[in-house]
């Protein structure tokens, strides 16, 4: 098959970036996305020119190093893929496809279609975790835990914390990716002596770092590779107000 | 120098506590003016990193990763095994320290199997901690599978996302104490050299990976948690930035490579489709828990899977290894699809797998079960074949995807450069010939978090009058020309072979010959190989762009520099070790029904292979003692 991409070109945060064009041929169906991108790069690799920079990494869905727009949608046509998932099958004999990066103030352009999502580690490091020292741990199987709230809180730990519901987002809001954190940990037994300090944290992070307010569009569950659920955000305001409530101070 | 593998004192199950007892530990005080660098933040490198810091240490972490939470642990699947018997089914340490070392066909070091086996128990205790979603019974306590290699359920798991759950955790703990300022992290940073100063391991040479900046970094103590190298395979289960590369400059500075043949080809990925492909999926071995394998008996079959009744399969592994069935160790596994697929009996376009299927565990259990067992990974097989595996059988095929081989390293975790330590699939001593399924995310962890903490400190207690290491020495001076030499050598050729192209092709030498089934004529041809690979890939290698910035082609040439180093290695070591053990399958020592044949008496050894300037390697033997089990044929039959 053959198709045209359209793919964006920038040197680094502080150029301008632009759409350049280049015409495919000789594509099978059963390609993934990126391996098109790897023979783009090899042919250009051969001409001496410079190579179309983009993350990837485990190629198969859960590392959540690639990104990439495709024809305005995160991570490509099909809901709850990663770009890295996406096959040429998804596309047509001619299409054009635009291929662009993630898109956020809070994600700036390293070079080409890499982005530096930074902002994501810094809303973890104000409190996306249990102070629990390595060998502090009491025994296992000392607090059960109903198996449906195991489970409810795998959903949420699931995020691959790829950014694609920011890239989604028209606020750029990192809500999703927030409260799916801020959710795993409350639900859990073990999470919940710190929930109200994490919460708060949390969340003035997320502004600092500059992400959006969430104005429940919804979007960002959509294309969540790890179909988090819109209740997450539900959720991480109950605990916010739960947190204001409960202030100790 | 000699190996001296520094195994305490004492009976098997008191060599930990008795080394523990009595190991030199470090004053908190002290503990501020030491510097660890750790190189990977993943299970291992990143447990190690959150371990050391909330102890106290200046930990400097470094990853090529944009976050640590992208390190490839976090694709591991299936499990963890731990000796808890939850399921009063029998199991104990010490049938766990047995398993595995039956598993690994007596080829690992007996004191450190024992120990992982030991902290395997706290380890569980640990993630629960951290807050990992672990599987639950409907009582509210933990859950367990069981996995390939043994006869008990002492797999824990959090749906077919285990890595990733473990992974979060230490993650999670190391943003803590990046918080606290404890741990400083370097992400999108490539090791290019490691500094030894006077005999010592005292820092490394970084890349910049966005800047391209060459960057001198000094410590105390180095670790290196740098996971395995099946990439070298070019089509494997790893990441497409997984390399070896740290380990073997490491080596060529002074550290042994232990084993380094033993690469696990696991028999459950997805199959190859075509030219153009980059990476072989995973599926987990867990799905073997309730997927039959098979392949049709008529050798050129055309019927679709489900037209083709009872009579006409053939269930290899229920027929070959009755007691195990289709739970027999990976190697095993692997070795039984290969000689399917080679008498003709592949499935597929190209006849390149094997059928997995859930027919009958989905008319026993029914589908919601199977889905919430396996949910996600018949999704992720659905994304990447566009067939639902509910309906009809997955098609899989052997696949690179673990080094049992590494570093060479002692009981302390340290290689044969003082000072620098190994964790992880970095190193070797655990698995011995084959590892055994989930225990790669136990042993990463428990590397990390539990016996390096503990073993460092032995070394470092002698580091407390140091003073700061400098990095402005000759010895840094050196270590970072030579880099930058390096680098700029590779921009210079501007041939016409891309890096990706010579690195598929070296892939295929691997595959073909130092992979599931080894002889003496196939090894001897494939280091001739190699070599001329390499010539042709310093003569023509193409790498456009320049080294001032993020430069993909340039790291991926850089890596594979070093693979076409190691490859060669590996099959030096292959050809030295004229027997059959776990993974490594010498088609000239085998039993008359196809079995592996170990000679216990030349190879009852680990192989440590030191450098020597050129393509020249001296092997050291570390002999490996078996003081409370006695080495049997392995038979899962």
């Known amino acids: 098959m053959k198709l045209t991409l359209k793919i964006w070109r920038q040197e680094n945060a502080k150029t301008k970036g632009k759409m350049v064009t280049y015409e495919m041929s000789d594509l099978s169906q059963d390609m993934s996305f990126l391996e098109m991108l790897d023979v783009l790069n090899q042919s250009l690799a051969i001409k001496g020119e410079r190579v179309i920079e983009f993350d990837h990494d485990c190629r198969e869905g859960i590392c959540g190093q690639c990104s990439l727009v495709i024809n305005g949608q995160a991570h490509g046509p099909e809901s709850h893929y990663t770009t890295c998932q996406t096959h040429l099958r998804s596309f047509k004999d001619g299409d054009t496809l635009y291929i662009e990066p993630f898109r956020a103030n809070s994600f700036p352009v390293i070079r080409d279609l890499k982005v530096d999502r930074s902002s994501m580690d810094k809303i973890i490091q104000a409190g996306g975790y249990i102070s629990s020292f390595t060998g502090m741990a009491p025994e296992a199987n000392a607090i059960p835990i109903h198996h449906d709230i195991a489970e409810s809180a795998f959903d949420s730990a699931a995020c691959i914390g790829c950014g694609a519901c920011v890239a989604t987002c028209k606020n750029s809001s990192a809500a999703l990716f927030v409260s799916a954190k801020i959710s795993h940990l409350a639900k859990l037994p073990q999470g919940k002596v710190e929930r109200e300090e994490r919460v708060q944290w949390m969340i003035n992070a997320h502004d600092e770092e500059g992400f959006g307010s969430c104005t429940n569009t919804g979007a960002c569950a959509m294309v969540c590779p790890q179909e988090v659920q819109l209740i997450d955000i539900t959720r991480m305001n109950f605990e916010y107000n739960r947190a204001l409530c409960h202030s100790k101070e | ?637």
Not at chain 2, 248 to 260: D, E, I, S, V
Not at chain 2, 436 to 459: H, K
């Open chain 2, 1 to 637: 120098m000699a190996l001296n593998a520094k195994i305490p004192e004492g009976p098997l199950k008191d060599k930990w506590q008795n080394y523990l007892a009595k190991t030199h530990i470090v004053n908190p005080a002290n503990r501020k003016k030491l510097d660890i660098i750790v190189v990977g933040g993943g299970l291992s490198g990143g447990g190690a990193a959150a371990s050391l810091a909330e102890l106290g240490y200046n930990v400097k972490v470094f990853f090529f990763q944009d976050s640590a939470r992208r390190s490839h642990s976090v694709a591991a699947q299936g499990g963890v095994n731990a000796a808890k018997n939850y399921k009063n089914d029998g199991d104990n340490v010490y049938r766990m320290f047995y398993d595995t070392i039956k598993g690994g066909d007596f080829r690992s070091r007996e004191a450190n199997v024992y120990r992982m086996s030991e902290v395997s128990v706290d380890l569980i205790d640990h993630m629960v901690a951290q807050g990992v979603p672990f599987g639950r019974e409907y009582s509210g306590y933990l859950s367990n599978r069981s996995f390939g290699g043994v006869l008990v359920s002492r797999t824990f798991y959090a749906r077919g996302q285990t890595g990733q759950q473990l992974l979060m955790a230490t993650y999670q703990a190391m943003m803590k104490q990046v918080k606290v300022g404890t741990l400083k992290q370097y992400k999108r940073h490539e090791i290019l050299d490691i500094v030894i100063v006077n005999g010592k391991a005292r820092g490394i040479i970084a890349r910049d990976l966005d800047t391209g900046k060459i960057e001198r970094h000094a410590a105390h103590a180095v670790v290196f948690g740098t996971g395995g190298f099946g990439k070298i395979f070019y089509l494997s289960t790893l990441a497409m930035n997984s390399n070896g590369s740290a380990n073997w400059r490491a080596h060529k500075k002074g550290a042994y490579f232990a084993n380094p043949s033993w690469t696990q080809i696991h028999p459950t990925a997805l199959p190859q489709a075509g030219e153009h492909q980059s990476k072989l999926t995973l599926m987990s071995e867990s799905l073997r828990n309730d997927g039959r394998i098979w392949v049709p008996k008529k050798k050129d079959e055309t019927r679709a899977p489900g037209d083709i009744p009872d009579e006409d399969r053939d269930y290899y592994l229920e027929r070959r290894y009755p007691a195990f069935g289709n739970l027999v160790p990976r190697d095993v596994a692997s070795r039984a699809a290969k000689e399917r697929m080679d008498a003709g009996h592949g499935v597929g376009p190209l006849k390149n797998a094997v059928y997995l299927d859930f027919k009958t565990a989905i008319e026993k259990l029914g589908v919601d079960t199977i889905r919430e067992r396996y949910g996600n990974l018949f999704t992720m097989y659905e994304k990447i074949t566009a067939i639902n595996a509910y309906k009809e059988p997955m098609k899989i095929s052997p696949a690179a995807h673990f080094s049992m081989g590494g570093l060479w390293v002692d009981y302390e975790l340290q290689t044969s450069i003082p000072g620098l330590f190994a964790v992880g699939e970095a190193n070797f001593a655990d698995h011995g010939a084959n590892r055994l399924g989930a225990n790669s995310l136990l042993q990463a962890s428990v590397d990390g978090n539990f016996i390096l903490p503990n073993t460092i400190s032995n070394y470092l207690s002698n580091e407390i009058r140091a003073g700061k290491i400098s990095t402005d020495t000759p010895e840094f001076e050196e270590a970072e020309k030579a880099v930058k030499e390096q680098v700029e050598k590779l921009l210079a050729i501007k041939g016409t072979m891309p890096v990706d192209k010579i690195h598929r092709r070296l892939g295929k030498i691997m595959f073909k010959e130092v992979a599931m089934s080894r002889n003496e004529k196939g090894l001897k041809w494939a280091i001739e190989e190699i070599k001329k690979l390499r010539k042709e890939f310093w003569e023509n290698v193409a790498v456009s762009g320049d080294q001032n910035g993020p430069n993909s082609e340039l790291e991926k040439a850089g890596r594979l520099a070093d693979y076409l180093e190691i490859a060669e290695l590996m099959a030096v070591d292959a050809l030295n070790r004229k027997e059959s053990c776990g993974a490594h399958f010498r088609e000239d020592f085998q039993t008359e029904d196809g079995e592996a044949m170990r000679d216990d008496k030349n190879f009852m050894y680990s192989s440590a292979w030191e450098w020597e300037n050129g393509d020249n390697w001296k092997l050291h033997k570390e002999p490996l003692e078996f003081t409370e089990v006695k080495p049997t044929v392995r038979s899962y039959k």
